[in-house]
């Protein structure tokens, strides 16, 4: 079973180091959303946050520089 990594970029990067186990692009693809619903229920929640744009990088690597297999983006208009 691949390993996706869920790079978080906000103007600052959160790289993720562990990953997931997932059978394939498909269920990482729901993985990326579910995170960003998560994303957005504690950044919204917790204060007013600067930035309002967000992306959830998934790629082969826990670094940067690896193969990106797609970029979520999402943000917040007010």
Do not use: N
């Not at 994303?39 to 007013?48: A, G, P, Q």
């Amino acid at each position: 079973m691949p390993r996706y990594f869920f790079h978080v970029h906000d103007g600052d990067s959160v790289l993720d180091d562990v990953g997931l186990d997932l059978p394939d692009i498909f269920a990482a693809r729901t993985a990326a959303i579910e995170l960003s619903g998560e994303i957005l229920k504690h950044d919204l929640t917790v204060s007013f946050v600067p930035h309002v744009f967000w992306q959830v990088e998934v790629s082969d690597s826990p670094k940067l520089g690896g193969h990106s297999l797609f970029i979520l983006q999402f943000s917040v208009a007010g």
